[in-house]
């Protein structure tokens, strides 16, 4: 029996699989499809054919290698989000092994056994509480500065994802008489997060003047249509630019609106809320995830170490090294 081609079972795979019988977040499937996006570009970059003609040959494991490859070299991916990509390509070809058992091809199957690159984790960034303020302040008086002010607002509040912040209807908010937001996390998991009395009075303004109904987004654009997350990016980028020219120590860290989901952790924890807490408020997976934030708060580790005494003892005296010891540690020898 001739093997279907890949414009016949990725759709089955999307429809069937992803969709129908693992009912994976909108979010998780939206970034399978463009790894696949990706992947069928960069396959027919030098095939005179479309993606849905493909066989499925040419999903084999030196293809895939040569398009992580791609990614790192020319689209300057990180290692994880190269991984990120070998994930969505091999839960297909998981599927596939199911589906074709013994019939699917040895070259596609070996797919499996590539693994994901390690990767350094970096520290947690973050801003000061000084400089998230100065990038509060930046924003003008009109339509767009006003809504850029509550998007950064609501951000440092909740310490929420940008698609959490995106995904937020008015209804999420008239809910609670604009005293707490629902927003809707990973996993479909829900949380409800109290906010300030600036962030209730600026919700209530822009409610109010903008005639916003329950259904309707409420960090919107002119159209009325939710903001994306590039959206979201470009907006900071602007704001960051009015912020700078009064604070220029923003220079010192690229600021992404992830950047203030940490300033947010950040700041709970060095006034003195329980990593657990913090956990809750950011709708963390694992309270483990919170653990990062303390690496990165250098004033936390320079007040434990003074409640540290240091040792006191003589000054040892050395005797003198042998000239041949000398010798080698005074010169270079390679």
């Known amino acids: 029996m001739k093997t279907p081609d890949l414009g016949q079972l990725l759709p089955r795979y999307f429809t069937e699989h992803l969709v129908g019988q693992r ?3 909108p979010n998780t499937v939206a970034a399978y499809r463009d790894t696949f996006r990706l992947f069928l570009r960069f396959l027919c970059r030098k095939r005179r054919t479309s993606p849905s003609t493909l066989p499925l040959s040419v999903l084999n494991a030196d293809a895939v290698l ?3 490859g791609h990614l790192e070299a020319e689209r300057q991916n990180s290692s994880r989000s190269r991984n990120a990509r070998l994930a969505a390509i091999r839960s297909f070809v998981g599927y596939l092994s199911d589906l074709l058992g013994p019939t699917l091809p040895e070259p596609t199957r070996r797919v499996l056994a590539i693994r994901g690159k390690r990767y350094a984790r970096r520290m947690v960034g973050f801003i000061t509480r000084p400089e998230m303020a100065a990038l509060l302040r930046a924003g003008d008086g009109s339509w767009t500065g006003r809504r850029n002010h509550l ?3 609501l951000l440092y509040n909740t310490g929420a994802r940008v698609s959490e912040i995106t995904g937020v209807r008015v209804r999420d908010v008239r809910a609670g008489d604009c005293r707490q937001v629902l927003l809707h996390g990973k996993g479909r998991k829900e949380r409800a ?4 009395l ?3 009075r600026a919700l209530r303004r822009w409610i109010a003047e903008n005639r916003l109904t329950d259904d309707a987004p409420l960090i919107c654009n002119r159209f009325g249509r939710a903001l994306t997350r590039s959206g979201v990016a470009c907006q900071l980028q602007v704001v960051l630019r009015h912020a700078r020219g009064v604070d220029p120590s923003l220079h010192r860290i690229k600021i992404s609106p992830h ?5 947010t952790a950040m700041h709970l924890l060095q006034s003195g809320v329980a990593h657990e807490l913090i956990s809750l408020w950011l709708g963390h997976e694992s309270p483990e995830t919170t653990h990062g934030y303390v690496e990165a708060d250098l004033e936390m580790k320079r007040r434990t170490l003074a409640a540290l005494d240091p040792p006191r003892s003589r000054r040892t005296s050395f005797p003198k090294k042998d000239p041949l010891i000398r010798f080698l540690e005074a010169r270079r020898l390679c």
């Not at 997060?193 to 300030?196: F, Q, R, S």
């Not at 950047?259 to 300033?263: G, Q």
């Open 23 to 25: 009912d994976l977040s």
């Open 66 to 68: 040569a398009f992580l």
């Open 151 to 153: 998007l950064l607002l």
């Open 193 to 196: 997060v109290p906010l300030w």
């Open 198 to 200: 600036e962030t209730v």
């Open 259 to 263: 950047i203030i989901r940490h300033t």
